[in-house]
């Protein structure tokens, strides 16, 4: 399995180097729910559909969201991924693995994560932006199960870098956008959680709830990336709110929230210094 798998990274790294020749992106965005309009803002753009790499996922979704997109934001170069294989789909939290391993395997240094997420704070309404300075892994699955060697022991103290945490918090500040921060809870769905859950991860003392990123993160730091993450409040977790929760709706919420999203995204790239 893991040589299967290894024989496809090293495929898509050639293919990547092939493809993107003397480009040298060392950011990385990963595109969740409300954030696909950020794709828009690259310039330069070449597009390899995820079906053309070996190590990336077939996703269910499909469609515009299977591309990796090479281009610019301003003067920063960047990979944007389009979407990702959530682990809900299959039980396993490593989908992504390959592709985040091609990624370290072209030189990309930092992985920028973007999600939609239910809130579990009352200040933190349904638009709101919410940096992650830390998660709850409460699904305890892991991407690297099975791995071999010692550093299968990822330190996960700081792995939403610090450093640049203040970096994007500095750029939410100087263009007047409130950018809350706090602890993401990775629930593994496909349903949504229960009120007595959410009741739960309050307790537990996070802030925000989702289906995704934190596999990404772990592959990433096992990788030796850095990681940044960046939620879009799209509803009220269970029990909060008076609304049934949906798809349909957290899907709405997005896309009336998304351009406050994508300018503040698009200046963070650009001021990040990697
Ligand atoms: N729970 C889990 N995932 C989500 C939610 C939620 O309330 N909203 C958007 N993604």
Known sequence: MNETLNAAIENTVA??????????????????????PFAEQVEDRIDIPYAELPAFPALA??????????????????????GRKHAYETGEADGMKG????????GVQLLVQTNAAGSMDEAMPPGSLMLISDHLNVSQRSPLFGEPGDNRFVDMSNAYDPALRQSVKAVAQAQGTALHEGVY???????????????????????????????????????GMRVLALSLMTNMAAGMQDEKLSHAHTMATAAAASSRAVALLSAAVQALEI
């Open 185 to 223: 809870v990775w629930f593994m769905g496909p349903q949504f959680e229960t009120p007595a859950e959410i009741r739960m991860f309050r307790n537990f003392g996070a802030q925000a709830v989702g289906m995704s990123t934190v596999p990404e993160t772990i592959i990433a730091r096992h990788a």
């Open 15 to 36: 293919q990547l180097r092939q493809r993107l020749g003397a480009r040298a992106p060392r950011i990385a965005v990963l595109l969740g729910s409300g954030w696909h």
């Open 99 to 106: 592709a985040i391993r091609s990624l370290a395997g072209v």
């Open 61 to 82: 979704v499909g469609g515009h969201s299977a591309v990796l997109r090479s281009g610019r934001i301003g003067a920063t170069e960047v990979l944007v991924l389009g």
